[in-house]
């Protein structure tokens, strides 16, 4: 069989891809779209990738939808042509974005025969753009998600299988850092400016914490230097991007996981990498106040969540830290691992058997 996997953005920023990737090149052959957005260089095609097909268009992340609509319609021209030219039998829509951009060739060529894999939301806030999803999700031979909060967009949520965000590792015994000062760290693509502003203002100049960035460094993370050089804080620190390898690096130099968004429409409902990293490392975390990652973090025993609009959270940080029970909290994380593992387990056959054409 012949099969598509259908990115929306760089190699590099499609972790879940390799599941697809090692899941099925054994016995299918595979190619894969991706869309290089900043021109800089990206990371080769996994194993077992046949062929590689890169869109090229310089586009900001946080430009209005309105000017990437033309960069998109473009998208949508190049992936209908390499679609017919190829003619593959089935197709993972990676993110529902893509899956949108050729939604009417998809209903028309590949009813039934693609895959939706539904990571985050968008513009689901609007009612058009949702009844697009749902109609996209009815199309679809199956459905996967990554939250259960998303599966009210979906069509027929109860066909829907959960997905979660893990990147399991096979060498994860993080040393325990337990000494002064506290060692916060965020990982990944840095964004929600004023979120982190409020957090920087926190910690900033506390010598019980040292607050640490490790991504991809564009406009919210240059705004964020700028401010954090003009306050003349000495213990917050941006390490520039680095390779999902090196999440355990500086993962053994984390006291607690920086885990903290904007709860607005997008994030509440979502659940992050690291909300995984840190169960599978045995790092607790903070999360933001009444999104779904803070209520599990809490009720599970994971971590705190904080309300960072509200000045003082830094004594809720340093009062957590400091009377953790850290045996009662690896049983925690064991406990949910085990939970994210059965589910992903549940999803991964049933990809199998939709791959091998079994109904």
Same mark, same amino acid.
């Given at each position: 069989?012949?099969?598509?996997?259908?990115?929306?953005?760089?190699?590099?920023?499609?972790?879940?891809?390799?599941?697809?990737?090692?899941?099925?090149?054994?016995?299918?052959?595979?190619?894969?779209?991706?869309?290089?957005?900043?021109?800089?260089?990206? *990371?080769?095609?996994?194993?077992?990738?046949?062929?590689?097909?890169?869109?090229?268009?310089?586009?900001?992340?946080?430009?209005?939808?309105?000017?990437?609509?033309?960069?998109?319609?473009?998208?949508?021209?190049?992936?209908?042509?390499?679609?017919?030219?190829?003619?593959?039998?089935?197709?993972?829509?990676?993110?529902?974005?893509?899956?949108?951009?050729?939604?009417?060739?998809?209903?028309?060529?590949?009813?039934?025969?693609?895959?939706?894999?539904?990571?985050?939301?968008?513009?689901?806030?609007? =009612?058009?753009?949702?009844?697009?999803?749902?109609?996209?999700?009815?199309?679809?031979?199956?459905?996967?998600?990554?939250?259960?909060?998303?599966?009210?967009?979906?069509?027929?949520?109860?066909?829907?299988?959960?997905?979660?965000?893990?990147?399991?590792?096979?060498?994860?015994?993080?040393?325990?850092?337990?000494?002064?000062?506290?060692? =916060?760290?965020?990982?990944?693509?840095?964004?929600?400016?004023?979120?982190?502003?409020?957090?920087?203002?926190?910690?900033?100049?506390?010598?019980?914490?040292?607050?640490?960035?490790?991504?991809?460094?564009?406009?919210?993370?240059?705004?964020?230097?700028?401010?954090?050089?003009?306050?003349?804080?000495?213990?917050?620190?941006?390490?520039?991007?680095?390779?999902?390898?090196?999440?355990?690096? %500086?993962?053994?130099?984390?006291?607690?996981?920086?885990?903290?968004?904007?709860?607005?429409?997008?994030?509440?409902?979502?659940?992050?990498?690291?909300?995984?990293?840190?169960?599978? %490392?045995?790092?607790?975390?903070?999360?933001?106040?009444?999104?779904?990652?803070?209520?599990?973090?809490?009720?599970?025993?994971?971590?705190?969540?904080?309300?960072?609009?509200?000045?003082?959270?830094?004594?809720? *940080?340093?009062?957590?830290?400091?009377?953790?029970?850290?045996?009662?909290?690896?049983?925690?994380?064991?406990?949910?691992?085990?939970?994210?593992?059965?589910?992903?387990?549940?999803?991964?056959?049933?990809?199998?058997?939709?791959?091998?054409?079994?109904?």
């Amino acid at each position: 069989m012949k099969i598509l996997l259908l990115g929306f953005v760089r190699i590099a920023h499609m972790p879940y891809m390799h599941d697809y990737s090692s899941m099925l090149k054994h016995d299918h052959e595979l190619h894969l779209v991706s869309w290089n957005r900043n021109g800089k260089v990206d *990371i080769p095609p996994p194993d077992g990738v046949a062929k590689s097909f890169i869109f090229r268009e310089l586009i900001e992340d946080e430009n209005p939808l309105y000017s990437k609509l033309p960069h998109i319609y473009r998208y949508r021209r190049f992936v209908i042509e390499l679609t017919k030219r190829e003619r593959y039998d089935k197709i993972v829509v990676l993110h529902s974005t893509p899956g949108i951009a050729i939604f009417n060739f998809l209903q028309k060529h590949y009813k039934g025969n693609y895959l939706l894999d539904y990571r985050d939301v968008s513009h689901e806030n609007h =009612v058009f753009y949702r009844e697009l999803i749902r109609k996209l999700s009815l199309g679809a031979g199956i459905v996967v998600a990554s939250s259960s909060d998303f599966f009210k967009y979906l069509d027929n949520p109860n066909k829907v299988l959960l997905k979660h965000n893990l990147l399991l590792e096979t060498s994860k015994t993080i040393p325990r850092r337990c000494e002064n000062p506290i060692l =916060v760290r965020y990982w990944g693509m840095i964004r929600h400016e004023q979120a982190n502003i409020a957090l920087i203002d926190e910690l900033g100049g506390d010598k019980r914490f040292e607050l640490h960035y490790n991504g991809r460094e564009e406009r919210v993370a240059e705004n964020l230097k700028v401010h954090v050089s003009k306050k003349r804080y000495g213990n917050v620190f941006f390490h520039g991007a680095y390779q999902p390898a090196e999440r355990l690096e %500086f993962a053994a130099n984390t006291n607690i996981i920086h885990n903290i968004y904007k709860n607005d429409f997008i994030t509440k409902g979502a659940m992050g990498n690291k909300y995984y990293d840190g169960i599978q %490392f045995h790092i607790p975390q903070m999360c933001t106040a009444e999104s779904i990652m803070g209520n599990k973090t809490v009720s599970k025993g994971l971590g705190i969540a904080i309300d960072y609009t509200k000045s003082g959270f830094k004594e809720q *940080i340093a009062n957590y830290m400091a009377n953790i029970n850290y045996a009662g909290f690896d049983i925690s994380c064991k406990k949910e691992l085990e939970y994210i593992q059965s589910d992903n387990a549940i999803a991964n056959k049933a990809i199998a058997r939709f791959f091998q054409g079994i109904k």
